[in-house]
Every structure is written in structure tokens, then in C-alpha cells.
């Protein structure tokens, strides 16, 4: 897969450099500022269950 993608990249070697660390970058963004925040409240590890 990832061979794939580098070689759909287009460019030198810079510029695919570039080009897959942005898109990693986007990727986290991605993942930390929407998908994670949206899915915090369905998991289920704030229910504790021990009591006082």
C-alpha cells in the first residue's frame, strides 16, 4: 500500500517527501480533532464502577 502511494506521489524524491508528511500530518489532525472527540462520549471507559 504504501509503495503504492509513493509512487502516485508526483515529483522528486523533496517533493514526495513533503507531499507524505503533510498528508500524515492532516491524517493525525484528522483523527485528534474531529474522529476522536466524536467518539470519546460512545466508549465506555468513563463508567466506573466502584463506589465510596
Do not use: C, Q
Not at 504504501?2 to 491524517?27: D, E, H, Q, S
Not at 472527540?37 to 468513563?46: A, E, G, I, S
Amino acid at each position: 500500500m504504501y509503495a503504492w502511494l509513493w509512487r502516485r506521489l508526483p515529483g522528486p524524491f523533496a517533493a514526495k517527501l513533503t507531499i507524505a508528511v503533510v498528508l500524515v500530518l492532516g491524517i493525525i489532525a484528522l483523527l485528534m480533532f474531529v474522529v476522536f472527540p466524536w467518539l470519546d462520549p460512545l466508549l465506555p471507559f468513563n463508567e466506573v464502577s466502584v463506589d465510596n
